[in-house]
Nanobody, 118 residues
Framework: VQLQASGGGSVQAGGSLRLSCVASGRTFSAKYMGWFRQTPGKEREFVATISWSDGRSYYEDSVKGRFTISRDNAKNTVYLQMNSLKSEDTAVYYC????????????WGQGTQVTVSS
């Protein structure tokens, strides 16, 4: 399974970006897909996740009300709509997936850089 993320870029504070992540490879059947982010010198941080079966979503507190995660099962794609971006949202964002019996995210995509300037 490969995860291909796109949509990162540079934006001013208050602006919006939408990240996309397409899963490909063997027949794809995830339990959850989501996003983490990382800034230099810090550990990767959970951002949001969505259940592939019923669409329930969960967010890190600092992005609640600003970010929305969604999925398109037919396209094996997960999205992260990011509104009201802040400088502290600047990070490399990673797409993740949890498949099979794993209890943690066992597939990670390459990162996409999001830079928010104040």
């Amino acid at each position: 399974v490969q995860l291909q993320a796109s949509g990162g870029g540079s934006v001013q504070a208050g602006g919006s970006l939408r990240l996309s992540c397409v899963a490909s490879g063997r027949t794809f059947s995830a339990k959850y897909m989501g996003w983490f982010r990382q800034t230099p010198g810090k550990e990767r941080e959970f951002v949001a996740t969505i259940s592939w079966s019923d669409g329930r979503s969960y967010y890190e507190d600092s992005v609640k009300g600003r970010f929305t995660i969604s999925r398109d099962n037919a396209k094996n794609t997960v999205y992260l709509q990011m509104n009201s971006l802040k400088s502290e949202d600047t990070a490399v964002y990673y797409c993740v997936a949890l498949l099979g019996t794993s209890r943690s995210y066992n597939y990670w995509g390459q990162g996409t850089q999001v830079t928010v300037s104040s």
